[in-house]
């Protein structure tokens, strides 16, 4: 996230993370006003979002699956 700061002004930044995940914290810290912190959503939310977005980047885990799908 910190990487991403920099270009942060050129995109939109939206972060989606599972109810499992417990770092919430730790991402607000480093988030920007141009950042979005979203999490709890519906498989079929995550689909709608994932058929809008132009650039993932994922820890290779589900994310992996439902961008492929």
Known sequence: ???LKKYNKYLKIEIM???NFDN?????KVSTTKTKLISKL???EVKTKME?????ISA???TIH???F
């Open 17 to 19: 993370v599972s109810k």
């Open 52 to 56: 809008k977005i132009d650039l993932v």
């Open 42 to 44: 519906t498989a079929q």
């Open 66 to 68: 439902e961008l492929f």
């Open 24 to 28: 919430l914290d730790e991402i607000e």
């Open 60 to 62: 290779c885990g589900q």
């Open 1 to 3: 996230m910190n990487k």
